[in-house]
């Protein structure tokens, strides 16, 4: 048996318990056992070293009013910056400082007054923190002097922490070249001159013997490389949505739309009317990005729908991502049916207005076809969370919206107790009828019920007049491929 020297004992321990996993550590024990001997293992007790967790870092989160702003915006003041720490939260920032800045005027080369950039200093000293101003866009110069002035790592503004956000949450190919896409043509736009910005001028060499000149300056280089960038990207992308548009020619099915502010319950809506699990559901922003599809079983109508969750909307929502996200937000708002879930619990307050005027500015911008525009049910989430005051609010805006012939139809749900979930179901089917998209159980011959193959698969299936088969529901006997059955990949 090899012996190990006894001053090499405590490195050799140490080594072990830094770099093993410790679900590897027992057969790590049980291998070396023959070699270190049962005294090794006796006398030191292997276990795995606790890493110490970074540090969060600091935020502080700076919301701008600005000058000559509407009363409606005062009043929203604290909503706008709930929502911006949302965002530094999500973005894994502590967010130490808050504040409300009413602008009188906009400083062209800091954005905000002297005096306000000589306190942020301090704080950022003191807190060791970035800062976050929530407006819609900063210059690349107003950056880069806030930068230098407050002697911080880091100026953002709304759009820079939105595109970070998307850059994190991106899990698919064609959300990660939509994000980047959007990154590169924000970078492009924010390029700007400077030593202290790292694009100093460049000089040629002079290997020949004679004097050379200037070179291309390294401001140029790099928009030429973010340009050449993005044209690769685009090209990317049409070979992704060329994809998308031939799986959609083979979808026999009618499809489903979640759209909605985020944060609003679209994923736990998806997820508890299609009895899955598949979609996160935290509280918090953008979480989820990739679009989900999964199939809905519509018993009133005895067919299948196709269920979708896409990106939730934001005010103030980029223009890059509105761009890059375009072939997306298309095929979202060309489904054959819309469900624009809002948050019921905000009823009574400014946001409530506020997130639906984000949301159909958004839709009018993408182009919503005319087909759509009475194919719209509004879905109202988080009943649950009503008072009796907003219930009672409620009741008298639904009886003012009812008659009124213009407004959609409303379906008050939970996404957490399955409140309104069975209406909802009987009013999406209802809807894919009237639209002739689906026909009615009755005229389909839904009564003629049988059992079917297809792929190998048992289904269960309708017989029409013709005689023809047609698959009513994916459900299979065995149990084992339901996930893969109920999934749809987009």
């Not at 890493?51 to 409606?72: D, F, G, K, Q, Y």
């Not at 000149?213 to 390294?218: D, F, L, S, V």
Request: proline share 4%.
């Amino acid at each position: 048996m090899i012996k190990l020297p006894a001053s090499l004992l405590p490195s050799t321990f140490m080594f072990a318990a830094a770099s093993i996993e410790p679900a590897q550590l027992w057969s790590w024990q049980r291998a070396t056992k023959p070699i270190l001997g049962d005294n090794f293992h006796r006398n030191y007790s292997i276990r795995p070293q606790k890493v110490p967790s970074a540090p969060v870092p600091n935020c502080i989160v700076l919301h701008i009013t600005p000058p000559r702003s509407t009363l409606e915006d005062r009043l929203q003041e604290e909503d706008f910056l709930d929502e911006a720490c949302a965002l530094a939260q999500t973005l894994g920032y502590a967010v130490p400082v808050r504040e409300i800045l009413r602008l009188r005027a906009i400083h062209p080369k800091t954005f905000i007054g002297k005096g306000k950039v000589v306190e942020l200093r301090g704080l950022l000293r003191a807190t060791d923190a970035i800062l976050f101003i929530n407006t819609p866009r900063l210059t690349a110069l107003q950056q880069r002097n806030l930068k230098e002035l407050c002697q911080t790592e880091g100026v953002k503004d709304r759009i820079s922490v939105i595109l970070d956000i998307f850059g994190q949450r991106a899990r698919t190919m064609e959300a990660k070249l939509q994000v980047e896409l959007a990154q590169c043509k924000y970078a492009l736009s924010h390029l700007v001159r400077g030593a202290s910005a790292g694009y100093e001028q460049q000089r040629g060499a002079s290997g020949t013997g004679f004097m050379a000149g200037g070179g291309e300056k390294a401001l140029e280089l790099r928009r030429r490389q973010l340009r050449e960038q993005s044209k690769v990207l685009q090209h990317k992308l049409k070979t992704v949505e060329k994809r998308r548009m031939e799986q959609r020619k083979h979808r026999r099915q009618p499809t489903v739309s979640l759209l909605g502010y985020t944060n609003v319950g679209k994923s736990s809506l998806l997820n508890a009317l299609t009895h899955s699990h598949a979609v996160s559901v935290e509280d918090r922003p953008f979480e989820t990005l990739d679009t989900t599809t999964r199939a809905l079983f519509l018993p009133s109508v005895g067919a299948s729908a196709l269920l979708t969750d896409t990106v939730g909307f934001i005010r103030q929502l980029p223009l890059e991502l509105v761009a890059a996200f375009r072939a997306t937000l298309e095929e979202a708002v060309s489904a054959d049916l819309l469900l624009h879930v809002r948050d019921a619990s905000t009823l009574g307050t400014p946001l409530f207005a506020e997130q639906y005027a984000s949301v159909d500015k958004i839709l009018r911008d993408v182009g919503t076809p005319e087909h759509l525009k009475h194919s719209v049910v509004e879905v109202w989430n988080k009943v649950d969370l009503l008072t009796n005051k907003q219930r009672d609010q409620m009741a008298r805006v639904l009886a003012g919206a009812k008659r009124e012939a213009s407004s959609p139809d409303v379906v008050l749900v939970s996404a957490q107790t399955k409140e309104g979930m069975r209406e909802l179901v009987r009013m999406i089917g209802d809807r894919l009828v009237e639209g002739g998209f689906l026909q009615p159980a009755e005229t389909r011959g839904a009564d003629k019920k049988s059992s079917c193959e297809k792929d190998g698969k048992k289904h269960m299936c309708y017989s029409d007049e013709e005689g023809k088969q047609e698959v009513l529901s994916s459900r299979t006997e065995n149990m084992s491929n339901k996930k893969a059955v109920n999934e749809v990949d987009v």
